[in-house]
């Protein structure tokens, strides 16, 4: 499959020639060693730091809102818009040049930036300096993740990147787990400022051992090589965005991506203030039983689908996204009881469900990505790949869920942040859709090239 993806590549990157080369899909690489899975072990730890310091701002939105004055609107527009616009469009630049230079650098710099940003949110005086804090929180941020997959690529063989990713994806899941326990504690003895200081203190030290930990791999080491017959010109930044946007199964990975993530980002962004306010749980309840539910359905659901991948993708590649399109559909009634339940204990229990199935895509958009595109190409087409989802659902997402919440919370003053909510279940429609799309472009590509399904 290997050399007639390069030949596809090559044909729409615009700088060599298609050569269709029929072959069976890549069994899966050998073994990796010590070294990769400590590598992967720092860059996960530097991922649960990165959702650390991300969800601190969601975790604390009522003692923020209630030091600072800040509205439902103003506080979505800090966690979506105004971050998301940083954050996805400095990975661009970002993604280039980690592609050209040492990417443990790159990644080092970036968690001290994040890590030193995230301790000045906690010193915000008001609305103004925590929007500049958080902006620059994310520029840091945008610098974590790219490279990280790239490297992760690098130490891992194809048929086993899927469980490699899977698992540095517990990341998101685990951070914000620890965010809500720790930060949730922290503010519940002393105050929200120290919980940014502290938790945001610990990236620095993270950032001295990423220096020391993870070497800088042979790009493209791992990956079979490209036959004789194949001329492959070095990737400029334009030959990369040219080859990605005209990859029709990368748009719709990357738009099927960022619709779920309006959901998952739009009720993350306000779920610890949706459950204080409306269900009625306390700080420190907050701190033991939702940090519970996120790091087991979460980090179970995300482990899950890099294993599910790693089994189906590598013979049946339309696996990449009919994964995804069947976990969101099943997570549909459970988000909606999520928002129905009378009680605190239903919703968190109901909770485990949409945070099980709702993170299918990321393992399994981020593989196919990492997996079509060529060594030299992977840190910016995952920066690419970045850039939509958030910038659709990151952006998009708590921006809505705030804007919806005080429009209706005149009327409904006890309640506006469920129906913001359900307002958002039309959004998993538009993300099953895309991925079902995704499914038939990928079935299209892989009978096209002669592999075995």
């Not at 199964?249 to 949706?274: D, E, R």
């Not at 700080?283 to 033991?288: D, F, H, N, Q």
């Given at each position: ?241 040219k080859m990605f946007l005209s990859r029709k199964a990368l748009v719709l990975a990357a738009l099927g991506s960022g619709a779920t993530q309006i959901v998952t980002y739009g009720a993350g962004g306000f779920a610890t203030l949706f459950l204080m306010r409306e269900k009625g749980m306390t700080l420190s309840e907050v701190a033991i039983w ?60 109901f909770l485990l469900g949409p945070n099980f199935f709702n993170f299918f895509y990321l393992s399994s958009s981020v593989a196919l990505v990492q997996e079509e595109v060529r060594p030299d190409q992977r840190v910016l087409s ?72």
């Amino acid at each position: 499959m290997l050399p007639a993806k390069i030949g596809i590549l090559e044909g729409a990157g615009g700088g060599g020639h298609v050569v269709p080369v029929k072959t069976d899909a890549p069994a899966a690489g050998p073994l990796p060693g010590a070294r990769a899975w400590v590598v992967l072990l720092m860059l996960c730890l530097v991922y649960v730091l990165n959702f650390l310091d991300r969800s601190l701002l969601s975790i604390l939105a009522k003692p923020i809102q209630d030091t600072l004055h800040i509205s439902d609107g103003q506080l979505g527009r800090i966690g979506g818009l105004y971050f998301a616009i940083f954050y996805c469009f400095i990975s661009i630049p970002v993604g280039w040049i980690a592609d050209r230079t040492n990417r443990a650098w790159v990644l080092a710099i970036a968690c001290a930036l994040w890590s030193g940003a995230t301790m000045a949110c906690g010193l915000a005086a008001n609305y103004t300096q925590l929007v500049l804090a958080r902006m620059t929180v994310g520029v840091g941020e945008a610098g974590g993740v790219p490279p990280s997959y790239a490297i992760i690529s690098d130490y891992f063989p194809p048929g086993r990147r899927g469980t490699a990713l899977g698992l540095y994806n517990l990341g998101p899941g685990i951070g914000a787990a620890l965010g809500v326990a720790f930060g949730a504690s922290i503010a519940a003895v002393y105050s929200w400022r120290d919980a940014f200081l502290v938790l945001g203190s610990l990236g620095l030290f993270a950032a001295l051992f990423i220096v020391f930990i993870v070497r800088e791999p042979v790009r493209g080491g791992l990956d079979a090589p490209a036959p004789d017959s194949v001329t492959i010109p070095k990737s400029g930044f334009f030959a990369t965005l040219k080859m990605f946007l005209s990859r029709k199964a990368l748009v719709l990975a990357a738009l099927g991506s960022g619709a779920t993530q309006i959901v998952t980002y739009g009720a993350g962004g306000f779920a610890t203030l949706f459950l204080m306010r409306e269900k009625g749980m306390t700080l420190s309840e907050v701190a033991i039983w939702y940090a519970l539910v996120l790091v087991v359905s979460t980090s179970a659901g995300i482990f899950v689908s890099g294993r599910v991948i790693d089994r189906f993708a590598r013979r049946w590649k339309p696996a990449y996204a009919l994964a995804p399109a069947i976990s969101l559909i099943l997570a549909v009634p459970f988000f909606i009881a999520f928002i129905w339940a009378p009680t605190w204990q239903m919703a968190v229990a109901f909770l485990l469900g949409p945070n099980f199935f709702n993170f299918f895509y990321l393992s399994s958009s981020v593989a196919l990505v990492q997996e079509e595109v060529r060594p030299d190409q992977r840190v910016l087409s995952g920066a690419l790949l970045l850039l939509i989802m958030n910038l659709i659902g990151m952006g998009a997402g708590p921006t809505f869920v705030g804007m919806m919440s005080d429009y209706l919370r005149p009327e409904h003053p006890h309640n506006s942040l469920q129906l913001a909510y359900y307002a958002l279940v039309p959004f998993y429609a538009v993300a099953i859709a895309l991925f079902l799309s995704l499914t038939r472009v990928l079935r299209r590509e892989q009978n096209s090239t002669g592999a075995s399904p």
